[in-house]
């Protein structure tokens, strides 16, 4: 496998918070490994035994799953442990974050939480774990927070001091070097009706290929094509993405070929509160991925660690058998194919800098300890109400040990709908070696691409 690349029209952005620490003391970097995971993450579990001890993850797949297929749930006999509801709620608020909790209040009965047993899947092959020390010797800030240097592969502050080091490790964590999937998102209507966009989206992760160096990369994350299939109003339409490492030193390129115009233009626009293409205007473009950008637009918070009822091991939404139908519901998906475990997250704050035009003002990350992979988002108004709430489930994939999204939502309580990303709908399994060129993630490629 060669490059990597992060889903979606992706993200590059970090946190803002003036000061940026740097690298650790080796001391703190020879934990790793040892009282701490190879990632940062606790590697105890905690006092109640509720979230246990980590001993590795899901390195290895099921022995029933052949290379090629869909992941299968590697625990089907697991029956939830209990179902939180809008009766329930107060038993549990404190493990809950105040996006599931209005959530719970506003759609009542038809919105409820099934709590599994907590497994922690969440690994990685070891030459990234090799990579996390490294990182966490010689990883620094710059720019303010806009760009980091002396990393490579995956997260860069294993041992963060800061909100935007936590940022930074969830727009750098490893996915692979390489990917290719094919997927349908949607925006319901009130009434459940809705119309899938099916796009093909081809990942090259310049950052995580193995024996790369930052010098080599061009200041590239990842490059990303992504390919719409349907409706036929939409099919041909191609948006072609460079993810950059520092956004203050070169933005991130993009750009879009319309079928209509059959020309291929630059989109200079698509980043920051820009409305993602197809989400209705119910997602930003800083949203895919949970979030994505330059970070200059906000000042970042550490809040701490809570432990919190998450989403996790989605192996219900991501199966084959599971269709969009199956998945689509008024208001929200259908909460019978979740599946929420407790795990510690670092909470991360983020507060609109004064001068700044955002459609958030202020906004409030959940990032998953073991794998930096933010699982839950909060979105709030100029008022400063909730207005946005978003949920990433995830699983471990099998081709190698990569933890990543398999379905996205974005819940606004305003207009009572949803954007949901990630629906599989009897799609192939994604391939995490299709052998990738740089060379075809160039403007003049995606030209000659979309006239055959």
Known sequence: MRSHIVAGIAAVFFGFS???????????????????????????????????????????PPEEWRKGQVEIDPFPEDEALFVITSKNLDLYRDKLSDGHIAMLEKYGPDFFMPVYQTRRTAAFPEHVYDKFRENALTAQLLDNGNGVRDTIMTSPFPVPKDGLEVIWNHILRYRGEEISLRSASATPQKDGSYNPVVNDYDYFFAYSQKGAELAEIDNKIFYLKTDTIAPSSLAGTITLVHETLD????????????????????????????????????????????????????????????????????????????????????????????RYELHRVWVVEAKRRTGISHIYDRRVFYVDEDSWQILASEGYDADGKLWRVSEAHNISYYSEPVFWTTMEMTYDLKAERYYVDGLDDGFPAYDFDPGFRGSEFTASAARRAARR
Do not use: C
């Open 18 to 60: 003036g000061q940026a620490l740097s690298k650790v003391t080796t001391a703190e970097a020879e934990r790793l490994g040892e009282d701490l995971t190879p990632v940062g993450a606790e590697r105890a579990g905690n006092r109640s035994g509720s979230i246990p001890e980590w001993t590795g993850g899901l390195a290895t």
């Open 247 to 338: 956004q203050v030193r070169s933005p991130r390129l993009a750009w879009r070929y319309d079928s209509g115009s059959r020309r291929l233009r630059r989109s200079p626009n698509l980043a920051y509160e820009t409305d993602l293409p197809n989400s209705s205007s119910l997602r930003s473009v800083d949203q895919k991925d949970m979030y994505n950008g330059a970070p200059n637009q906000y000042d970042w918070e550490l809040k701490g660690k809570r432990e919190l009822f998450v989403p996790y091991n989605a192996y219900k939404l991501h199966g084959t058998e599971v269709e969009a139908d199956d998945v689509i519901r008024p208001g929200h998906i259908n909460q019978e194919l979740t």
